[in-house]
C-alpha cells in the first residue's frame, strides 16, 4: 500500500492560481491526478510518468501542469486559468492496473482529497 498525502487545497478566484502537491510513500511509475465535484463522478485530470511526461484531460489542457520531483517523492499538480467549474477535491493516485488512465477503478491507492474551491 502506497501513503499519499495532497496539500495546497484551498479558495481562489477565477482565473487565479493554485500548486497542489502530493507526497507519496513511493512514486510509482505512473501518478494520476483525479477530481471530484459534488454529485458528480470522479474524473481524470492527468497523468505523469517517471520521465516527466504528463497527459491531461481536454478540460485542463493548457491551464494544467503536472510534475514530479523523484528525489522527494512527490508529485505536483500546477492549476492556472482556474475556473468556478474547477471547483472539486483533488486526489493523488498511484498504482495504475492497466486499461484506461482516466478511470478512477484502475488505480489502486489514493490519498485522502484537498478540496479546491474557485469562486466567480
Do not use: H
Not at 482565473?15 to 481524470?44: D, I, N, T, V
Amino acid at each position: 500500500q502506497v501513503e499519499l498525502v495532497e496539500s495546497g487545497g484551498g479558495s481562489v478566484q477565477a482565473g487565479g492560481s493554485l500548486r497542489l502537491s502530493c507526497a507519496a510513500s513511493r512514486l510509482s511509475f505512473m501518478m494520476g491526478w483525479f477530481r471530484q465535484a459534488p454529485g458528480k463522478e470522479r474524473e481524470g485530470v492527468g497523468v505523469v510518468y517517471t520521465s516527466g511526461d504528463a497527459y491531461y484531460a481536454k478540460s485542463v489542457e493548457g491551464r494544467f501542469t503536472i510534475s514530479r520531483d523523484n528525489t522527494r517523492s512527490t508529485v505536483y499538480l500546477q492549476m492556472n486559468s482556474l475556473k468556478p467549474e474547477d471547483s472539486a477535491m483533488y486526489y493523488c493516485a498511484s498504482m495504475f492496473l492497466g486499461g484506461e488512465w482516466n478511470n478512477p477503478a484502475q488505480w489502486r491507492d489514493w490519498g485522502q482529497g484537498t478540496q479546491v474551491t474557485v469562486s466567480s
